[in-house]
């Protein structure tokens, strides 16, 4: 979870609920430690991490969201089979990814973004289904991804 979406993320799910904030770069995990440290939030951890593999239990979160990285990892079937590990049976998987439209002249190059209807592909491949898809922004779609069978 991105820096940017991570302490709001907190609040969302109240002093009852809990946030765990993984990222591949060290420095953002050291960044977003000392902010949560310094603020003394107690619903958020943050983990250093592969992309294909946390370092948590099976079917820990109720919802994983990955915000604009899908289209970064190296093995997108591979980090989203690792989101379905992570994910509860009934949870969902979100992910916010740039549309791959070429009047689109902000995010990521056009080679890296990822179409819903490639989401849709890498999620079967990962044995996942999705769920739905919608238009968040003009730039932004939401995919919602579950586990095929619940």
């Given at each position: 979870?991105?820096?940017?979406?991570?302490?709001?993320?907190?609040?969302?799910?109240?002093?009852?609920?809990?946030?765990?904030?993984?990222d591949?770069?060290?420095?953002?995990v050291?960044?977003?430690?000392?902010?949560?440290?310094r603020?003394?939030?107690?619903?958020?951890?943050?983990?250093?991490?592969?992309?294909?593999?946390?370092?948590?239990?099976d079917?820990?979160?109720?919802?994983?969201?990955?915000?604009?990285?899908?289209?970064?990892?190296?093995?997108?079937?591979?980090?989203?089979?690792?989101?379905?590990r992570?994910?509860?049976?009934?949870?969902?998987?979100?992910?916010?990814e740039?549309?791959?439209r070429?009047d689109?002249?902000?995010?990521?190059?056009?080679?890296?973004?990822?179409?819903?209807?490639?989401v849709?592909?890498?999620?079967?491949?990962?044995?996942?289904?999705?769920?739905?898809?919608?238009?968040?922004?003009?730039?932004?779609?939401?995919?919602?991804?579950?586990?095929?069978?619940?």
């Amino acid at each position: 979870m991105p820096y940017r979406d991570t302490t709001p993320a907190a609040g969302i799910v109240g002093s009852t609920g809990y946030v765990c904030a993984v990222d591949v770069q060290a420095g953002v995990v050291e960044h977003l430690g000392s902010e949560i440290d310094r603020r003394q939030i107690a619903n958020i951890s943050v983990l250093l991490s592969s992309e294909s593999r946390v370092a948590l239990p099976d079917g820990t979160a109720d919802l994983v969201f990955i915000a604009v990285v899908l289209h970064e990892v190296e093995d997108p079937v591979a980090f989203l089979g690792e989101a379905g590990r992570l994910v509860k049976r009934d949870g969902t998987i979100a992910i916010i990814e740039f549309h791959k439209r070429d009047d689109l002249v902000d995010g990521p190059p056009m080679a890296h973004r990822v179409s819903v209807d490639e989401v849709t592909e890498l999620a079967t491949e990962a044995g996942l289904t999705v769920r739905s898809t919608g238009d968040l922004t003009d730039r932004l779609y939401l995919a919602k991804l579950s586990h095929g069978t619940l």
